[in-house]
């Protein structure tokens, strides 16, 4: 019995030598202003990213996902959390609001975003070159994309003589992405007007307030807030009968007109690559922001017959997707 006993004794210590022995598997905080239903192809991306440098969850990471679901004020608590957790990083690509919180919420947990504005705008790093801090990403520019979109809606409504922005007023993009269209407006000689939204009930009362057809023209830029409520604004424009231009391909998927921007999926995939070298021990101080080079132009003829525009050929040509 004592021999049993010390076999067995022997045989524990073995096991439990072998699990001290084994690397304890590093932890991922994913924060994200969206839902997770709205972000499978996204976040597929970013898997691909990650996989891509030797990353792979529940093999060699494990993700602690927060999702805001649009109530970008829960923001902040999720990051505190995520800190609390002591995560080896917190991803936040596709979600510049939600950069903005883990950038609020720690200086010394590594961060990976992408982002849709100016990063040093918006304080995540000193620069693009030297990001100097705990921050690191890629830049999809599409704020500062404004001027070639304008041109592109300029091109596709030309009856257009009055042109409107709508932001969220509280969302730290705002004001960049005002101070950029504003920029990008003034040489083309046209002038922006500003609407404010910062509810979904705001939204529709600044749709209305819009002037009737023909005339009136909206130009959208990044804000997580609209890509969420993006189907109740496609729905508004085609009533009011709105010329819109968008960011992102999910506007004009959703009915909007037209949009113009970075391919999301490849930014989605740029930032994963990025998240595996930080969590391979890269330091995000050392790692330059990327700059997104992939960038799509997408246009909807249904909603152009439904406003009686006629694509012309040009644009269509130029096009990398016409949803019919």
């Known amino acids: 019995m004592r021999r049993r006993q010390f076999i067995g004794g022997a045989i524990s210590v073995a096991m439990l030598s072998r699990a001290r022995a ?5 932890v991922m905080g994913f924060l994200h202003a969206g839902s997770a ?8 991306a970013f898997r691909k990213g990650l996989a891509s440098g030797g990353i792979v969850e529940g093999k060699n990471v494990s993700v602690e996902y927060r999702w805001a679901a649009g109530r970008n004020q829960e923001l902040a608590s999720l990051a505190a959390d995520l800190v609390r957790r002591n995560v080896a990083l917190i991803a936040t690509p596709g979600s510049t609001a939600a950069a903005v919180a883990a950038r609020e919420a720690t200086s010394t947990i590594p961060i990976v975003f992408s982002s849709g504005t100016d990063p040093v705008a918006l304080g995540l790093v000193d620069s693009l070159n030297r990001p100097g801090g705990n921050a690191t990403g890629i830049t999809s520019l599409n704020a500062e994309l404004s001027a070639k979109r304008l041109g592109i809606f300029r091109e596709l409504v030309p009856g257009v003589s009055r042109y409107f922005t709508l932001v969220k007023p509280s969302s730290a993009l705002a004001a960049p992405f005002v101070a950029d269209i504003q920029r990008a407006a003034s040489p083309l000689g046209i002038r922006i007007e500003v609407l404010n939204a910062d509810t979904e009930g705001e939204i529709d009362a600044a749709l209305a307030q819009l002037p009737s057809a023909p005339g009136a023209g909206l130009v959208f830029g990044p804000e997580g807030f609209f ?5 109740r604004i496609a729905e508004l424009a085609l009533r009011h009968r709105l010329p819109t231009i968008f960011d992102v391909r999910d506007y004009v ?5 037209a949009s113009y921007g970075s391919d999301y999926f490849n930014v989605m995939e740029l930032a994963g690559e990025y998240a595996a070298r930080v969590l391979k021990g890269a330091r995000p101080a050392e790692l330059p922001v990327q700059q997104a080079t992939k960038f799509e132009l997408v246009l909807n003829r249904k909603t152009a017959k439904i406003l009686g525009l006629a694509i012309g050929p040009t644009l269509l040509a130029t096009a990398d997707d016409v949803i019919e």
């Open 253 to 257: 998927e959703a009915g909007g007109l």
């Open 227 to 231: 890509y969420i409520h993006r189907a």
């Open 22 to 26: 084994q690397p304890t598997m590093p």
């Open 37 to 44: 239903e709205e972000n499978v192809k996204r976040l597929a």
